[in-house]
């Protein structure tokens, strides 16, 4: 089993800047896909980013694309997100997750392990 844990939430204003992090324990995690969802108050748990077990490969959705980034240290088990231009339209609990899957990683139900959450809210 793996846990995993975020940090890096906060307050921020629009305009600002925040970088979460993802931190992995129990086992590696570097032959896993590695993904960021969240969820809003009232909303459903919605895609955010997603890298390939290599880090070769990413995929956003469109609403942070150009205004996110995704990446991860194998070394230190560790997932990232930089999230820049933050809007109050990203005020969310931001998750992360890890997967075996090779497909669907936008998909939630495809992964396997879920960290607790961190919150991010940004003013305007």
């Known amino acids: 089993q793996a846990q995993l844990v975020e940090s890096g939430g906060g307050l921020v204003q629009a305009g600002g800047s925040l970088r979460l992090s993802c931190a992995a324990s129990g086992r590696t995690l570097s032959s896993y896909a590695r993904g960021w969802f969240r969820q809003a108050p009232g909303k459903e748990r919605e895609f955010v980013a997603a890298?390939?077990?290599?880090?070769?490969?990413?995929y956003y959705a469109d609403s942070v694309k150009g205004r996110f980034t995704i990446s991860r240290d194998n070394a230190e088990n560790k997932v990232y997100l930089q999230m820049n231009s933050l809007n109050p339209e990203d005020t969310a609990v931001y998750y992360c997750?890890?997967?075996?899957?090779?497909?669907?990683?936008?998909?939630?139900?495809?992964?396997?392990?879920w960290g607790q959450g961190t919150q991010v809210t940004v003013s305007s």
């Open positions: 997750a890890a997967t075996k899957a090779r497909i669907a990683w936008t998909v939630a139900t495809t992964y396997e392990y």
């Open positions: 890298i390939s077990y290599i880090g070769g490969t990413t």
